[in-house]
């Protein structure tokens, strides 16, 4: 890895690589990861051009447990509000001897907009790029899914809401293909969930009880109304009566089933209370495991980095 934009076109091996470099960072303090000296004297810098929570923060956590210098650019009171263009703030953080950046944005290809026009020896990793990828989100579902279902193989899987809009989704479809599990069920209403997610490698489903019968694993995935400008909106009234999780509905699934969801939650429009914060529920192991998992991609990254430099150093003698 140099940088980490996307999970399209990396294979089982990479993947598997970065779950378990992970899982050594979890093992190490069993949930609380102890402090490790990889990115000693190197700056990251997280650039969030879109509100987070757990991304941001954990990434900072990850960096710190990495022994980084972290950087949080409050993009609010940054010079950008005096209308410095992207590019520009970009060289001055350069300038800075930043040695990663961390980049979260509303638009779609903003993360490869960023490493294509940075400096090559900057690490570029995509915290979530409009409806497009968020590789790192994807990456700890997955360390969640093996740490609860001991693998991959045989597994069912439905991913529940607004798919259209879901830079998650996207990622998680590709991961989980990639990793081999029996199927991805893409579960929502025909306007959120197009029959084009079939290309992908997934099965359509716009009936509730059909995509959770015997699922091992559901995702359910909130309304991203920031994204659906002007698109025909089911009211979420009506969206919780028809896909909403529920103790009810949650009898579908396998009684093992575990219940995720990369947050922000909507309670009593996706996802009950009852549910959210149940037995099934992962959701904040999900949480959890997203510092190990970011631990693991940024010293994959620096490493990749490390690696490239010395090629080039050597090939210049
Ligand atoms: N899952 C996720 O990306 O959450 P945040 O928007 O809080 O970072």
Not at 37 to 61: A, I, Q, Y
Not at 96 to 103: C, E, P
Not at 250 to 265: F, N, Q, S, T, Y
């Amino acid at each position: 890895l140099k940088h980490f934009l996307t999970l399209d076109g990396l294979d089982k091996t990479l993947l598997t690589e970065i779950l378990d470099r992970a899982e050594s960072f979890l093992s190490m303090g069993e949930q609380s990861v102890k402090k490790v000296p990889l990115l000693r004297g190197k700056t990251v810098v997280n650039l969030f051009f879109e509100n987070s929570t757990r991304t941001r923060t954990t990434f900072e956590l990850a960096a710190k447990r990495l022994s980084a210098d972290v950087i949080n650019l409050n993009i609010e009171t940054s010079a950008t509000s005096k209308g410095e263009s992207l590019l520009d703030t970009l060289k001055n953080l350069e300038a800075m001897q930043s040695d990663m950046f961390i980049v979260r944005h509303s638009d779609s290809g903003s993360a490869h907009f960023i490493a294509e026009h940075c400096t090559p020896n900057i690490a570029i990793i995509n915290a979530g790029d409009g409806r497009h990828a968020h590789p790192t989100q994807a990456m700890l579902d997955m360390l969640t899914i093996r740490r609860h279902k001991g693998g991959f193989e045989g597994l069912k899987v439905a991913i529940v809401g607004d798919i259209l809009h879901s830079r998650v989704a996207r990622s998680q479809l590709q991961a989980l293909t990639t990793l081999g599990v029996s199927e991805v069920r893409l579960v929502g209403p025909k306007t959120l969930v197009p029959s084009f997610f079939a290309e992908m490698g997934a099965t359509i489903c716009h009936d509730l009880e059909a995509g959770l019968k015997d699922v091992d694993v559901i995702v359910m995935l909130r309304l991203q109304k920031e994204r659906m400008k002007g698109a025909l909106l089911p009211s979420e009234s009506e969206f919780y009566r028809l896909y909403g999780l529920t103790v009810e509905t949650l009898a579908w699934a396998k009684p093992d089933a575990i219940v995720m969801h990369p947050g922000p939650i909507n309670r009593g429009v996706e996802i009950s209370s009852e549910v959210a914060d149940g037995k099934q529920s992962v959701i904040l192991d999900q949480v959890t495991n997203g510092i190990a998992v970011r631990m693991a991609v940024m010293s994959m990254a620096m490493s990749g980095q490390l690696q490239s430099a010395d090629s080039s150093a050597a090939g210049e003698e």
